[in-house]
Structures are given as structure tokens and as C-alpha cells.
């Protein structure tokens, strides 16, 4: 064989990766929004390197051989990158797709046997195909890390600790309680009473959607922390429904002070800590 | 997969061992990173278990194991002991229950503290309590 | 044998833990500090944990018993300055400490234990009037 099908690819290397960047600008999956031009020949250039690079004549038939691993990494590389940036799975997976028609065009263009060319063909796609499953595995992954990382975010977010008065701290809790957020509720405000020498602590359930009796447990267990710590816990923000299914479920909230809204709490803690907010008559003091 | 990192033994025969045990498997959890809250649960439910096996068995042997699986890593405890053993696993995993004049709060206390609790114990040949706390567990 | 200081302040014993308790140490402090409420009557006693790490159910009911013998002996007891990981450790144990008063720190628990003190003053001093 004059021209075997790995020397094929690494001498054409160049025009191949011209192919294929033709193919890509052409595609519908092109997003120029995510990605410029110059970087993705950039990512392009880089895998297609590798791969001339780790091409041989008997490894092309293994892809699991570890010749490949550079040529991995790199696609792993590129899919978490575009998972991250925000690509579909379609888009990511008919880049890799792409490849393979830029590489069959090549051979098409090369190889005048038929018979040949079909066998050439097989290989390339068998090839090509398990570089797209790495692809997709890879994707998910990324993916996944992306979830996990904003998952992490948002329970940060959403258990912020507020000192509404000298003493009082208020948490209002946004969406559902479930054991792991309990924990950082819990360690986040025990952790403010201490900082702030706060003994009075609000807890407002308005944005929470539903208690069930885990819900109602994991409040229970707060408030029972708190008052180990020194310090006396208020739930508030207990809408109709709530109140309703609570008592359904048949839970005992009598050990705890509850309150409708937020004000009832707040005015509940001003007299826990002896103390009056008062309106200012104006008249008055102009006589 | 979980991997084992580190070993350490450590008899336990008297109560003064008690503090030293629990500096030990500190020391673990530390090495790790792991967080204050589940360190404190951690050497709560080993302090429960030692106080167990030091009571019913009058002593018995720990083994103090850094390890990991995936990303996570853990710290891993098997408290064994050569006592009477205990004739009904299920009733002494209730909470409340106790035949000795305790809080009957050890067992089914330690396992809400910590990820994996694994009891096993033949009558007459001892007991083994295996328990596993994640580092982000 | 090593031993917790007990201290008296006016009418309350002070007692900070400062060590890792072992069980013997911690059933010593019971007897010690009931044999003192008794000797001194005070009337309040305040036991800081602020240095203590780890409060499993053995030291967590030695707790509860001080609060439950001292009150029989006419003292409440508060316990203050439990750590953060200590709480929540002990609410998943499945200990409340029930019967036992907290406070933040020392100063507060001080205060609280005056407070009650005051009270029981005037209610004694209420049934004087009564009965005159």
C-alpha cells in the first residue's frame, strides 16, 4: 500500500483541518455566540493534531489503546469546556460528527479504489464513533459539575442569616427543607448567634411551599438547637394551608412559638427582650 | 470502590482511654478537612460506642482507617469487642432501650451521626460495630 | 485525681469545664457539686461548656441530673456557652437536655438565674404580705 490511511491523515493534516473548519462555519450548530471563530480553529487545530499524532496503522483498529489517551484528554478537554459554556448536547456531538465527514471527504478525494475506500471508510467511522461517546460522557459530566456547582450556590444563597435588631436574628427560608439544607440552616444561624450574641432567632417559613412531618421534624430540631445554645427560636410565616396540614399530620408544634407573619414574630421578640417600639405623635410635641 | 489510606490501632482497657481515643480519631478527621460539625459527630458516635464496648465487654480493640472513595474521602471506625454480644440487634437499636441503666441512647444515636453503621455480634463470642462518617457527609 | 474547681459567686456556683471529661471526672463534678449547693445553699448554678468539644448522652445525662438533683436542693442550674457542633450533634443523638436552662454565655446565664431568683424572692415576699 503506497499511501496507508494513517499517512493519509498525517500529511493532509492541514488541508483536513481546512475541511473541517469549512464544515463547522457552514453547519447549523455554529455558535459564534459561545465561541469565536478563531478559538474554536484554535480547539480544532489542537485535536486535530493530537490525533495525526497518535494515528497508527495497527492502533486504529483499538481504540481503547492507550497511544489514544492524549486525543481523550483533549476531547474531554473540549467537551467539559462546551458543557460549561453553555452548548447542547446536539451541538458538541455533531462537532465531533463533523470530523468524520471532513475525514471521509479526504479520503474520498484521495482513494480511487472503491473497494478500498469503503474498507478505509469502516475504520474512520468506527473510530470516529467511540470519540463521540467520550464526547457525550464527557459532556455529562461536565454537566454534572456545572449542577453540583450550583447546587452549592444556591443553598448558600438561599439560607441568608439577617440581624433585623440588636439581638435578633431573622432567616427566612426560600423553597424546601430536606436534611443536608436543615444542616446548613442550622449550623449557619447557631454559627450567628455565637457571632452576634444574639438569643432571640426568627425563623420565617412564607417561602417555603409545603410541611410535611420530615419538614416539621427538621424545624423542630433548629428550634430544639437553639434553645440549647441559649437561645429562643420563633417560627413565623405559617400560612392557612400550612396550619392546616400540620395539624392534618397530627405534629406538635406546641413546644414552639409560631407566628403568622414576620411582624408578629418581630413584635413577639421585642417583648421577649423588654422592649416597645413606639409611634412618635408629632402634634404633640409641636404644642 | 472504597479505598483504605491509613490504619491505626488502639486497645481500649481502661476509661482513661477514652480522651486519647477520641484525640486519635480527631487527628483522622483533621487530616482530612473534615468540617467542625461533622468532626463533633463523628467523635460523639465513636465516644458512644467506646463507652459501650467499655461497659458491656470491659474493653476491646478500635481501628482507625483514613479512606475514600471517589472524590470523597472519610473516616472509617471498627470497634471490636470480645463481650456477651447482644441477643437482639433490633431491640438494641431502639431508641430508649438499655440493659444497663443508661440513656439507651448509644446505638441508635451513634448511626443518626454518622454515613454507614454496620452492627454484627454472635452471643458469647463479641460484638463488631463498624460505622463510616464522609467528610461532607 | 484531677478535679473541676467549683466557685462561689454571692448566691451561685460557678463551675467551667476546662478539660476533656472522662466519665469519672464528670460523675465526681455530679456529687461535688451537689455535696456544694448543699454545704453553701446556693441557689443557682451555672456550668460553662464552652471549652468542651464533645458532649455525648453519658455527659449530656450528667448534665440533666445536676439540673434535676440541684433543683430537689431548691437551685437551678444553667448550662452556658455550648458550642454550635455541639447542639446540633446533640439534637441528632436524640438529647434535648430537657429541664436543663441554657444561655449564651456566662454573663447572660448570671442574669438569668438572678432573674429567677428575684422572682421566687417576691412571690416568697407576696405570701408574707398574704399572710399578714
Request: one cysteine or more; hydrophobic letters at 45%.
Amino acid at each position: 500500500m503506497a499511501n496507508s490511511l494513517t499517512q493519509l491523515i498525517q500529511s493532509n493534516k492541514a488541508r483536513l483541518l481546512d475541511l473541517w473548519i469549512q464544515k463547522q462555519l457552514t453547519s447549523d450548530s455554529l455558535r459564534d455566540d459561545l465561541m469565536s471563530n478563531d478559538e474554536l480553529r484554535a480547539q480544532s487545530e489542537e485535536l486535530v493534531n493530537a490525533l495525526a499524532r497518535s494515528l497508527t496503522e495497527e492502533n486504529i483498529d483499538q481504540v481503547d489503546s492507550i497511544q489514544f489517551d492524549e486525543v481523550f484528554e483533549i476531547l474531554s478537554g473540549i467537551s467539559v469546556y462546551r458543557a460549561q459554556q453553555g452548548f447542547s448536547p446536539r451541538e458538541t456531538g455533531l462537532y465531533i460528527f463533523s470530523l468524520k465527514d471532513a475525514i471521509l471527504d479526504l479520503i474520498r478525494q484521495e482513494i480511487t479504489d472503491p473497494a478500498r475506500l469503503f474498507e478505509e471508510s469502516v475504520r474512520i467511522n468506527r473510530l470516529l464513533d467511540s470519540l463521540g461517546v467520550v464526547t457525550f460522557e464527557t459532556f455529562i459530566k461536565g454537566r454534572e459539575e456545572v449542577i453540583l456547582r450550583q447546587t452549592e450556590e444556591i443553598s448558600d444563597i438561599s439560607t441568608p442569616v439577617i440581624q433585623i435588631w440588636e439581638g435578633i436574628l431573622a432567616l427566612p427560608i426560600i423553597g424546601t427543607l430536606d436534611s443536608s439544607r436543615t444542616q446548613v440552616v442550622m449550623e449557619n444561624l447557631l454559627q450567628r448567634i455565637v457571632d452576634t450574641g444574639s438569643n432571640i432567632a426568627i425563623l420565617d417559613i412564607s417561602g417555603v411551599p409545603a410541611v410535611d412531618s420530615l419538614v416539621a421534624q427538621h424545624l423542630i430540631k433548629t428550634v430544639s438547637a437553639t434553645r440549647l445554645m441559649g437561645a429562643e427560636c420563633i417560627i413565623s410565616g405559617i400560612r392557612p394551608e400550612i396550619a392546616q396540614t400540620v395539624v392534618h399530620l397530627g405534629i406538635d408544634l406546641s413546644n414552639i412559638i409560631t407566628k403568622a407573619s414576620l411582624a408578629s414574630a418581630l413584635k413577639h421578640a421585642f417583648a421577649m427582650s423588654r422592649m416597645a417600639v413606639k409611634r412618635i405623635d408629632v402634634d404633640k410635641k409641636a404644642l | 470502590m472504597v479505598i483504605t489510606l491509613s490504619k491505626d490501632r488502639m486497645s481500649i482497657s481502661r476509661e482513661q482511654d477514652l480522651v486519647p481515643f477520641r484525640n486519635r480519631v480527631k487527628e483522622a478527621a483533621v487530616k482530612i478537612g473534615m468540617g467542625i460539625v461533622n468532626q463533633t459527630k463523628l467523635i460523639t458516635a465513636a465516644s458512644e460506642l467506646v463507652r459501650n464496648m467499655f461497659r458491656y465487654a470491659g474493653g476491646g480493640e478500635v481501628l482507625i482507617e483514613v479512606v475514600s472513595k471517589g472524590r470523597e474521602s472519610g473516616v472509617r471506625l471498627t470497634f471490636t469487642d470480645k463481650g456477651p454480644g447482644i441477643a437482639d440487634l433490633s431491640l438494641a437499636m431502639q431508641d430508649g432501650y438499655s440493659t444497663g441503666k443508661s440513656l439507651g441512647l448509644g446505638l441508635p444515636g451513634a448511626k443518626r451521626l454518622v454515613n454507614e453503621f454496620d452492627l454484627k455480634s454472635t452471643v458469647g463470642q463479641g460484638t463488631t460495630v463498624t460505622i463510616l462518617k464522609w467528610k461532607n457527609g | 485525681m484531677d478535679k473541676i474547681p467549683i466557685l462561689r459567686m454571692g448566691p451561685f456556683l460557678l463551675v467551667t469545664i476546662q478539660v476533656d471529661l472522662y466519665d469519672r471526672l464528670a460523675l465526681n463534678l455530679e456529687s461535688d457539686l451537689v455535696q456544694k449547693v448543699h454545704q453553701t445553699g446556693a441557689r443557682g448554678v451555672l456550668i460553662d461548656i464552652s471549652a468542651v468539644s464533645i458532649v455525648d448522652s453519658f455527659m449530656g445525662r450528667i448534665l440533666g441530673n445536676i439540673a434535676s438533683m440541684t433543683r430537689v436542693l431548691d437551685a437551678e442550674t444553667v448550662v452556658v456557652g455550648m458550642q454550635p457542633a455541639v447542639a446540633i450533634t446533640l439534637i441528632e443523638l436524640g438529647l434535648s437536655l430537657k429541664g436543663v436552662h441554657t444561655a449564651l454565655d456566662v454573663e447572660r446565664g448570671m442574669a438569668l438565674l438572678q432573674e429567677k431568683l428575684d422572682w421566687d424572692t417576691d412571690v416568697a415576699d407576696d405570701d408574707g404580705d398574704n399572710i399578714e
